[in-house]
């Protein structure tokens, strides 16, 4: 059974800087998208970064860029994403996602992403 695992949430104040980590596990697959989404509430869930286990692409939506940075560490099925300048609007649930039958791209989607994790919560003070 496919199983995300999500931690590194927290409360920082504004321009600040947290490590989330997803790890996936209960699957056979060495290549496979794994991305980043967010809800906040009375917004739609965004996308925020996404990354290739098995490879080293990274994307980031456009309301990150230059600010987040995704990781990938292979050999643990874990996709890091380090954000800094954190701004109160980054406040949200933080989720991870994987796809293990398409690759990552420049623009995701939540549909695409048939396993999701727990979520972790992050919460920026002004």
């Known amino acids: 059974q496919v199983q995300l695992v999500e931690s590194g949430g927290g409360s920082v104040q504004a321009g600040g800087s947290l490590t989330l980590s997803c790890a996936a596990s209960g699957h056979t697959y060495s290549a496979y998208c794994m991305a980043w989404f967010r809800h906040a509430p009375g917004k739609e869930r965004e996308w925020v970064a996404s990354g290739t286990i098995g490879g080293a692409m990274t994307y980031y939506g456009d309301s990150v860029k230059g600010r987040f940075t995704a990781s990938q560490d292979n050999a643990k099925n874990t996709l890091y994403l380090q954000m800094n300048s954190l701004k109160p609007e980054d406040t949200g649930t933080y989720y991870c996602?994987?796809?293990?039958?398409?690759?990552?791209?420049?623009?995701?989607?939540?549909?695409?992403?048939?396993?999701w994790g727990q979520g972790t919560q992050v919460t920026v003070s002004s």
């Open positions: 996602a994987a796809d293990f039958r398409h690759w990552c791209s420049r623009t995701m989607v939540s549909d695409q992403f048939p396993y």
